[in-house]
């Protein structure tokens, strides 16, 4: 039996019919097309599918749909703002936190939130508010650093 | 040449599309009327299929077919590229028909109108098992275990000994003898993306397409091809982005053949995406060895001989490479040292797991685990400074080529220049000091170092199983703008950047009228691929020599346009001058990759003028080449050339990674104060994309030396099947890395470069268990197996 949802992604309001056992990172890769959310775990350890639900960071690969209905949700492809870059977005490029990508539109949205609660965190409070985001590429240096960066931009603006 | 954009930190040109989540990988590639797929996978390590019943999960909504292994006899068995004497491969066919031999193993597959109800289906198959005895154990094994491949009577599936030198001699000669047992966990590689696969048949045309996410298109391609019986040519295979592989997809596997098979059942588009649980159980695993390392030694710290015995645990199946990676661990055991002797004995065996195979590093890692472990024993055994008995071994710089009793020649190397710089940034001696009073204040304070050494850039096409070359093309479109297909294939490592930073300098245009094409065998011309620390070395080095050829013709065009001799014209920065001097005015400048923009005003081809220029730009020729209205007699239009580059030898980075750790009484968490790494990967084309490799490669080591292990119960089941019981190192888990270098250009080929992407896995992990090792010495410790956790390190500190 499908249900009705009405949300907001990324600004635009939305309404659809899903499955009750739909996750949320399907709804919005599969039906929305937003396929830069990604899957990586299925088990919410790995982060590579983390998005803002009504501004806190969550976990869409554990979420039904059903779940979001009346939320306002922002995925990675909604960060950037009339094409300028979010400052996390131009931190990772900036400080090469990123190398193969596939974790790090989860890492760029955790950051993000990380940084609207805490403008001027330490490193080890980024290291915190990362630790539910996976990457196995970079070593996470430069992503601490890229971090960094965007605390710092966002600061000057 | 100007060096605009080589050797700096130049801004990745890829990640504009991965930053704004608008990249593709293989699931993000949607094709209407695509159907899914999930597998059914065995749930006992050994077993006897005796019935599959398919009938419930074929009745099941939306379930278009479900295919058993008696349905896909035909497909080609899952390859193994190694050849080694005598080597036992077994039948790996893609699906098990009559046995099992691992938990995971796949048995059936089944299709349906969407992944929920492909998934939903899988456990309407009914298998019918009759278990049979495990053995997971690789020594157990060896020792005449339960038989897993009963033709063959036994579970060893090869034994070699390597090595050069009378080690018999060395070793009744020596002064000293050390020996240690020494475990390397198996481990999981975890690229972040899984595995995937879509195939699209048209079954007018005959061609089927499949993206997939693998490390090596056209290795794939040829292999698929022969196991579903299309011609090669009617396979394109497109690797979108790949989510990493560290070697897991270096790898030809029999998802990959079942999905193109089936698309050509079908005639439509198929998916399967690995989900984390199939990916820790099917794809293949690292390391795991166990043996003994013996050494010979001198009263004053020099070495006479090393031996090293060597069970392998190959898991139950042989992917591509399985057999082989043991035997880089042999090719490596000189480490950076000068040992008259060395022995390797290998005893390959089966056991009912996943194939281990290339993880990153692939067998070397192991290699320097105990040549350095080893030398940290001489130490201990001489009450010797680590530091000193290694440099007390090294070869010194004019000692190269350097000749390994392993059969290597080492290319170029000061390893005691890194060696020195590492101490140096570390503070060596004081950091000594500083442990010294803190043992007496009971502080457990340690210290380790590593000096490695590395083999890279794989590699001269005799040592390798399908050709160790790399291809490139380099074209100049009529419009100036500049594309490189490489038959390398990145996945993370940014050779879009860096390969577009050699051929920016090298054509004397902007980065951004370069194009770097990789991964379509549709488009690119026949490559290897990407892994052994190859790409740049060798893949780069095709770029670089395609463009000196495409520079020949060019120059004879420029000639004829300028109407001069060519001997008369000089090309710098970027035009074809008369004179010299004229190049002072050429493009210099280095800009910064941009993001594309949507909008972008209309575009006109100029219109050719040469007459009266006294220069003219390499893209001016380039459209005068395509228009060729204004060629020397006999030359043949557009302005492109292909380079296939054979490399002559390996390239042999090195380096010194200086780990410092503090242990805590109360809890045995183990903490980092400081750790250093000198690496020295020949000349570097982007300083920024090389300390990224570094620091990914060395937190991997982190995970391996304190944290992965692939554990599985004595009835073959996957403990750690899942990222909660695998632990994979987090932000909190790691260092502040201070990173420096030393710099060798490799003299194999022309851009010097020697390879980076392994680094951390094979230096770090020494350093950091010499570390532990070190701060527990007041106990009386001189070795610990990986991962070392906390737990172990507590039950030392209060039980001894």
Known sequence: ?????????????????????????????????????????????????????????????????????????????????????????EGFWEKHGLQCGYCTPGMIVTAAQLLERNAAPSREEICHGLDGNLCRCTGYQHIIEAVEYAAKKAGQS | MTNNYVGKRVKRTEDPRLI?????????????????????????????ITNVDTSAALAAPGVVAVYTGHD???????????????????????????KVYFVGHPIAAVVATDRYAARDAVDLVMVDYEELPVVTDVEQAAAGGPVIHESFGDNIAYKLTTGEGDIDAAFAAADRTVKQRILHNRLAPIAMEPRGVLARYFPGEEELTMWSSTQIPHLMRTQV????????????????????????????????????????????????I?????????????????????????????????????????????????????????????????????????????????????YRGAGRPEATYVVERALDLVAAELGADPAEVRRKNFPAPSEFPFHTATGLDYDSGDYEAALNKAQEIAGYAQLREEQK???????????????????????????????????????????????????????????????????????????????????????????????????????????????????????????????ADASRVSFEGGKYSLEAAAAASAATGTSEPVVPVGEAPAGALPEPQTEGKSSLTIQDIALAA????????????GLSATYFFEPKNFTFPFGTHIAVVEIDHETGDIKFLRYVAVDDCGRVINPMLVDGQVHGGIVQSIGQ????????????????????????????????????????????????????????????????????????????????????????????????
């Open chain 2, 274 to 358: 690995e989900t984390r649980r199939e990916n820790m159980l099917a794809t293949i695993h690292g390391r795991g060895q166990v043996g003994d390392i013996e050494v010979a030694f001198k009263n004053d710290g020099t070495l006479t001989g090393l031996r090293y015995s060597v069970f392998a645990d190959l898991g139950a199946y042989h992917q591509l490479l399985t057999p082989a990676i043991p035997t880089l661990t042999g090719l490596m055991l000189s480490g950076a040292y000068k040992i008259p002797a060395i022995q390797m004995n290998i005893t390959g065996c089966f056991t009912n797991k996943m194939a281990t195979d290339a």
């Open chain 1, 1 to 89: 039996m499908k249900k009705a949802i009405n949300l907001s992604v990324n600004g635009v309001s939305r309404t659809d019919e899903v499955e009750p056992r739909m996750l949320l990172v399907h709804y919005l890769r599969d039906v929305l097309e937003l396929t830069g959310t990604h899957v990586g775990c299925e088990t919410s350890l790995c982060g590579a599918c983390t998005v803002m639900l009504d501004g806190q960071a969550v976990k869409s690969c554990t979420l039904f749909a059903v779940q979001a209905d009346g939320s306002a949700v922002t995925t990675i492809e909604g960060l950037a703002e009339n094409g300028k870059l979010h400052p996390v977005q």
């Open chain 2, 626 to 637: 395509h228009l060729a209205k204004e060629l020397p007699p006999d030359t043949e239009p």
């Open chain 2, 705 to 800: 030396a304190m944290y992965e292990e692939v554990v599985y119960d004595e009835q073959g089941q996957l403990v750690t099947g899942t990222l909660m019981d695998y632990a994979v190192p987090r932000a909190k888990h790691i260092p502040n890395f201070e990173l420096d270098r030393t710099e060798t250009p490799s003299p194999v080929n022309p851009l010097g470069v020697k390879g980076v992407g392994e680094a951390g896995t094979i230096g770090a992990t020494p350093a950091i268990v010499g570390a532990i090792v070190d701060a527990l010495a007041p106990f009386g410790v001189r070795h610990l197996d990986m991962p070392i956790k906390p737990e172990n390190v507590w039950r030392i500190i209060n039980h001894g």
């Open chain 2, 20 to 48: 704004r989540g608008l990249a593709h990988y293989v699931d993000d590639v949607a094709l209407p009327g695509t159907l899914h797929v999930s597998f059914v996978r065995s749930i006992y390590a050994h077993a006897r």
């Open chain 2, 225 to 272: 091809a022969l196991m579903i019986g299309i011609p090669e040519n009617k396979l394109r295979v497109i690797t979108p982005e790949v989510g990493g592989g560290f070697g897991s997809k270096l790898n030809v596997y029999a998802e990959e053949a079942l999905l193109g098979w089936i698309s050509m059942q079908l005639g439509k588009p198929v998916k399967w």
């Open chain 2, 72 to 98: 896909v006899a035909k497909i080609g068995a899952v390859p193994c590229a190694s050849a080694l004497p005598d080597l036992k491969v077994p039948d790996h066919r893609v699906l098990a028909s009559d």
């Open chain 2, 437 to 563: 009073q803190g043992r007496q204040e009971g502080r457990l304070m340690g210290i380790g170092v590593s000096t490695y050494v590395e083999i890279c850039a794989l590699g001269p096409s005799q040592a390798m199983p399908a050709g160790g070359w790399e291809s490139a093309t380099v074209r100049i479109e009529p419009t100036g703008k500049v594309t490189v297909l490489t038959g390398a294939s990145p996945h993370g490592q940014g050779q879009e950047t860096s390969f577009a930073q050699i051929a920016a300098d090298e054509l004397g245009v902007d980065i951004n009228d370069i194009t770097v094409i990789h991964g379509d065998t549709g488009v690119v011309q026949y490559g290897i691929g990407t892994f052994g620390s190859r790409a740049t070395a060798v893949g780069g080095t095709a770029v670089f020599v395609a463009i000196q050829k495409l520079k020949e013709k060019a120059q004879k065009i420029a000639a004829h346009m300028l109407k």
